[in-house]
């Protein structure tokens, strides 16, 4: 695609010039059809690069894997290449060590290693699911714009917001997971959406738990607004990122219902993250905090709030997000076909081992990893199955991490393995209202790939040093310098002693007797 400065003579720095001074990087949308408008037929006047294909051929050895060649390219088309450059600088400044499974719109997995360090997720390991460039807000200019459907209208700086004489402040451990964690695993058995903005292929790593800092939304509407007006049923949030979908260009916009909004603490405005200033990755300088909820619900960059009386009509809230069921596909979807999702449902990931691991043992083989739920349902019971799904360990309470009413838990367990050669691992969690898992990745599989809800599985090779054969096969290896592994490479010794061998056969012959 080649870039031009101007359209119609009229530079494009100036048509989607940057809104306020000091905000660089946002463009309004939202307040301006007309400049909505003309970036459509813009857009229109150019050919981009297809979604790469990434779901029937194997993911690139890479990192980054996917390069967002689509998204950078309508950015470009605007004259907005600076947004580009801009985010990547930033990814590399907080984010080096992470899988760049999206250079733009960044979309960053947290390694294994990183992901079980601790209870709560270092800023500079955790995960980030962007859909638009980050912008570049200073804080002492910032306002919080909130509206609609309440009793007053107000403008609020982050020194107001701040100001416990004003707001009281709050702090809370909080799991964010994004809805395609594991999408991986039914892109593998059954490929689906690919999407404009491209379905990233997650593993186990899109999700973290932080603290929190900052103040209760429901606080700050009943006082710096009065209250909602009673038509209100829903809150929208606005972020100063911009969106593009089907052709056309957005401010990107969420909403959740006011009855979230009601529980205590559980949708707040966070400017900090364990214990410092929210990175501008994750949203500086003030973002939403949803707890429980797809992490998508969970606005950066917040500039604006209405309370409205039905869900927002922006696309990430009615036309992304959406469960179908798996008789829906390309040849029959439609938006109003599938239900948004909101609340996370019960999920777990094995971390160690790695799938397809070779794993030498006593007869007990070590496995950790994480267990989460949404919705304010905890984390009650974790379970290990070493035969794929029929029998099942239960991880001790002492190895797992404390409860919280919003927040994942780490786990650890020995399980009993008595069985040699290709065994199928598999967790569950039960969480406090009884929920668990589905058993398999086709009973959770959906057109768009969201929730990977299902037990996740691997497959572990069991070399028990237990029996005899194998034990003694082992301090043979040994005695010569060598190992089991690599798994596939022949052995370059006999496998039997030629005087063994003909013992064994002519006790058990092949053919029968008569």
């Known amino acids: 695609m080649t870039s031009k400065a101007s359209y119609k003579g009229i530079p494009l720095s100036q048509l989607f010039a940057d ?54 390219e309508y950015h470009e088309a605007l004259g907005l290449k600076s947004i580009v450059d801009f985010s990547w600088e930033t990814v590399q400044k907080e984010k080096p060590d992470l899988i760049h499974l999206l250079d733009f719109p960044y979309n960053g997995e947290t390694r294994r290693d990183q992901l079980l360090q ?49 707001f009281p402040q ?3 451990t909080v799991t964010l997971q994004c809805s395609g964690t594991r999408r991986i695993e039914q892109i593998r058995e059954y490929p689906g959406d690919g999407d404009e903005l491209i379905n990233a292929p997650w593993g186990e790593g899109a999700i973290g738990t932080a603290v929190y800092r900052g103040v209760a939304l429901k606080k700050v509407l009943k006082k710096a607004c009065g209250g909602i007006l009673p038509e209100c049923q829903h809150l929208e949030f ?106 996370m449902p019960v999920s777990s990931a094995i971390i160690s081992p790695l799938d397809k691991t070779v794993i030498t043992h006593d ?75 589905p058993t398999f990745v086709r009973s959770a599989w959906n057109w768009d790939l969201h929730v990977t809800s299902s037990c996740h599985r691997i497959k572990i090779y069991s070399v028990n040093r237990m029996k005899a054969e194998t034990r003694k096969r082992l301090e043979e290896l040994a005695a010569k310098g060598e190992g089991i592994e690599p798994l596939s490479r022949p052995l370059e010794c006999a496998l039997e002693d030629p005087d063994e061998y003909l013992a064994a056969r ?7 007797l008569n």
Not at 20 to 41: C, F, H, M, T
Not at 258 to 280: C, T
Not at 506 to 512: D, F, L
């Open 118 to 166: 601790g209870k709560i997720t270092d800023n500079k390991y955790h995960f980030v699911r962007n859909h638009g460039g980050i912008p570049d807000i200073d804080e002492d200019v910032f306002r919080l714009g909130i509206g609609g459907l309440v009793k007053k209208a107000v403008l609020l700086s982050l020194k107001d917001l701040k100001d416990p004489e004003k």
């Open 238 to 343: 606005i972020g100063a990122d911009t969106y593009f979908k089907k052709g056309d260009v957005y401010n990107y916009a969420v909403s959740v219902p006011y009855r979230k909004v009601r529980a205590n603490e559980e949708v707040i405005l966070a400017w900090e993250m364990n214990g410092k200033p929210l990175p501008q990755i994750h949203g500086a300088p003030l973002r939403l905090v949803v707890a429980g909820y797809i992490g998508a619900r969970s606005c950066k960059w917040v500039y604006q709030i209405n309370a409205l009386a039905e869900p927002s009509m922006g696309p990430v809230q009615g036309q992304e997000y959406l469960y179908y069921t798996s008789q829906i596909g390309k040849q029959n979807a439609k938006y109003s076909s599938g239900f948004s999702i909101q609340q």
């Open 363 to 437: 007869g007990l083989i070590e496995l950790t990893g994480w267990a989460y739920s949404g919705g304010g349902n905890w984390v009650e019971r974790v379970e290990v199955s070493p035969d794929g799904g029929h029998v099942w360990y239960a991880v001790d309470q002492d190895d797992m991490t404390e409860k919280h009413y919003h927040a994942w838990r780490l786990w650890k367990i020995k399980v009993p393995v008595d069985a040699e050669g290709w065994l199928e691992f598999c967790v569950r969690t039960w969480d406090s209202a009884n929920n668990t898992e």
């Open 19 to 72: 809104e306020k001074q000091g905000w660089s990087g946002y463009v309004e949308w939202e307040k301006y059809p007309d400049k909505k408008a003309l970036a459509r037929e813009i857009l229109k006047t150019h050919r981009f690069t297809q979604v790469p294909e990434f779901q029937f051929v194997p993911l690139p050895d890479t990192n980054p894997v996917l390069i967002g060649h689509r998204w950078k």
């Open 170 to 172: 709050c702090e809370v």
């Open 506 to 512: 002519r006790k058990h012959p092949r053919e029968p």
